[in-house]
């Protein structure tokens, strides 16, 4: 009986105080850290986030950008920070799920060093040429690539991206041979693509879809088995004759293993109920992106399925990073 008492005296302990440091919390500035520079898709959600976070509950929260190594600079210094609710990060599947099957070795694991939150969005990627590229169908790259290997070059994000294995999957579809360009993230690509030193570019629709809309760049194809409700006259690679070339990223925050449980349920909740709000659902769907919150343990799930997923296709393109 006596044992019986101090268990539960105990669980009664624990929960006054994740009660206490939900009350009090937050106490200082929130940091946010980004993979990529400011300006891209995920630099952008992840504003829209905090800022409406922000507004709402009056927290501090400041977007710290951190690009670099396919988002490996960024998952590593929140991974390596203190569990006590002031650091989170946008993740997605470039970072997450890609790199570990991609590296050899990483400094950080993300399985274990951090810990989910809240899934956001997903949105595929599309292919872009510049406004007045030749090249105005996959057909047109393919056949381009095969009269002359290595002469067109693919820009992307950066190595271990989506974009980027979306490159080597293209390759080894169509039998042909791109250059790669890796970039530290949009913002620096699409000037050099619309200036013509590349010729063309992977990126997520949210991240490109202004410069579609405007007429800077031409959307070629898109990556998902539909079209996309944002550019319904762009075909997938599937409707032009390229299998195997389906994903999407999926973007959801994330902060180090042990942050407290009361906060991540606390972020959890806001997060979910910020995207039932009519304004934010439409800025986030005006980009292209899906809308998709849930549980901590549904933005594990997914990742673990996708990591379970995408690892044969690595394998079998025979990419590594190092």
Known sequence: MRGLVRISAAILLCAGVANAVAQTYPERPIRMVVPFPAGGGTDNL???LTTSLANKLHWTITVDNKPGAGGNLALDNVAKSRPDGYTFVMAQTD???LNPLLYGKLSYDPVKDLEAVSSVASGPAVIVVRGDSPYRTLADVVAAAKAKPGALTVATPGTGTIAHLITQLWQNASGVKFTHVPYKGMAQAVPDLIGGQVDMYIGSIPTLLSQIQGGKVRALGVTTAKRSPVLPEVPTYTESGIRGVELAS????MAPAGTPKAIVDKWNAEINELLKQPD???????TGAELLGGSPRSLTDLYASE??????VVREADIKLD
């Open 307 to 312: 990591r379970a997923r995408l690892a044969p």
């Open 250 to 253: 999926v973007w959801g925050v």
């Open 46 to 48: 992840a504003r829209l």
């Open 280 to 286: 934010v659902r439409q800025k986030i769907l005006a």
């Open 95 to 97: 970072n997450v799920v």
